[in-house]
């Protein structure tokens, strides 16, 4: 890799994210570089969520019928640490039942403490592999710089806590100038769907102070879960580093991707343009590469949707259908692809959803309320608008982005939920495979292909 930045990896077969099967990625600048900002340390941050059921009870309620929803996680951890029916901050709880967690520190689920010195500046790198939610970092009596995102340096902007939807990676950089005879709370908190789980907690430890002196003032309380206007203002903030790379002025297609919630067979689904992704057991790479049409649906899946569909309503007809076409890109062109988010099943539901592309940066160009129109392209951002592999539609919503076909392969495009992309939620895009050379041994093991090793 040659892009410094925050990054992390994790599994893609069936729910292994879920399961725990990821980590931290960080990419250094290269040897005589600098970064834009200086710091004086460093911490990393990966924060996800942990269900006591395991993956595949919650697979199998996911595709039974009747559906059975996996529910909230009953945890939040930061860094792979957790806590269950205790709080470190249980004396603020409104909940007499909860417990106080009692650590020595070696204990596996005891909090990583971050410990610190008065008046340096540290970075935090924080990444979320949550496989549902999403969710607000906040630390108590202090601010924090925004100066990264995705591995894209971003104008830097101050805030007082930042919103983080699964799949996106951001650094802040943190200035300890409180008084350093104190320890301060970092609270995690659910955003976007209504919690019933915990905050997580650790602790930012001033030096000479003894970690075990817990804060006396209360966590910082997370926004409540559907403020999406402050979800929006934070987002909405996040604008490129000048002398970023900046977008084409023009695009050669555009691919309108409605995201709704439907019945197949009376099992729930979520389709994109009405078409609910099921991968074929052979991958498309070899698939492609090799010729092997009846690996896949040959079908052009469709760049839009019916003008006339009400996003404000559950849809009219709610069946959907399974698919695994690809949408085939021009090598080398650019395209435009706007994320149009709708009401669910139920009526006055429509969720927040971050889709992360695999292979490429995208420029982030707009956002919007309601249907998008052909008009608002005239209020995309082309002067500065940042460079991100992750980007939300919030309820009801759109958002618009753009990226250069430039990289050879064919590359997953989803909604970083876990459970959204197990029921369907996902497009995929080809680009240039003739470009690729030869593909390893190993990923030429499954289906039609498997015979190629040879």
């Keep these: 890799m040659v892009q410094p930045g925050t990054y992390f990896y994790h599994g893609h077969y069936g729910m292994q994210r879920s399961a725990g099967l990821y980590g931290s990625l960080i990419v250094d600048v290269a040897d005589g570089q600098k970064e834009p900002f200086h710091y004086d340390g460093e911490f990393n941050l990966l924060l996800s969520d942990w269900w006591h059921k395991s993956v595949h009870d919650q697979e199998v309620g996911l595709s039974s019928n009747p ?9 939040l951890l930061i860094n792979g640490r957790g806590q269950y029916n205790c709080s470190l901050a249980a004396k603020f709880s ?74 996106e990676s951001y650094s802040v950089l943190l ?24 905050q997580a907690l650790t602790i930012l430890n001033y030096f000479a102070t003894p970690a075990s002196k817990l804060p006396t003032s209360r966590p910082p309380v997370t926004p409540p879960w559907n403020d999406y206007n402050h979800s929006k203002a934070f987002t909405k903030s996040i604008f490129a580093l000048m002398g970023s790379p900046q977008p084409p002025k023009t695009h050669h297609r555009r691919i309108v991707l409605l995201n709704t919630q439907n019945k197949i067979n009376g099992f ?85 959803h971050p889709w992360h592309l695999h292979g490429h940066d995208f420029w982030v160009l707009g956002y919007g309320e309601g249907k998008f129109k052909a008009e608002d392209e005239e209020r995309f ?73 040879n």
């Design 67 to 75: 559906f059975r929803w996996i529910g909230e996680p009953q945890s």
């Design 94 to 167: 409104n909940n007499s039942s909860v417990s106080q967690c009692k650590f020595r520190g070696s204990e596996q689920c005891a909090p990583e403490i971050l410990r610190v010195r008065p008046n340096k500046v540290y970075r935090l790198r924080i990444a979320s592999t949550t496989a549902l939610a999403s969710l607000n970092l906040a630390i108590g009596g202090h601010k924090m710089v925004v100066v990264e995102a995705d591995g894209n340096y971003v104008q830097p902007f101050t805030v007082n806590d930042i919103d983080i939807y699964s799949g």
């Design 268 to 352: 729930t689904k979520w389709s994109i343009n009405n078409v609910s992704l099921l991968l074929p057991p052979t991958p498309y790479l070899g698939s492609i590469k090799f010729g092997l049409n009846s690996a896949f649906d040959q079908r052009r899946p469709p760049d839009g949707f019916d003008t006339n569909y009400d996003v404000f309503k559950p849809p009219v007809n709610p069946n959907s259908t399974h698919g695994n076409g690809v949408y085939v890109i021009n090598f080398n062109t650019t395209v435009d692809v706007v994320l149009q988010n709708a009401n669910a099943l139920q009526e006055n539901v429509s969720e927040i």
């Design 175 to 198: 200035r300890t100038d409180q008084g350093p005879y104190g320890n301060y709370w970092i609270s995690i908190g659910v955003r976007g769907r209504e919690p019933n789980t915990p």
């Design 381 to 453: 951002n082309l002067k500065n608008p940042p460079l991100r592999n992750t980007a939300v539609i919030f309820p009801y919503g759109w958002t618009a982005l753009r990226f250069v076909a430039d990289n050879p392969g064919v590359w997953a495009f989803h909604c970083h939920i876990e459970p959204h992309l197990h029921m369907g939620m996902g497009v995929v895009f080809a680009e240039g495979v003739h470009r690729v050379g030869e593909i390893p041994r190993e990923a030429l093991a499954c289906g039609l292909i498997g015979n190629k090793q």
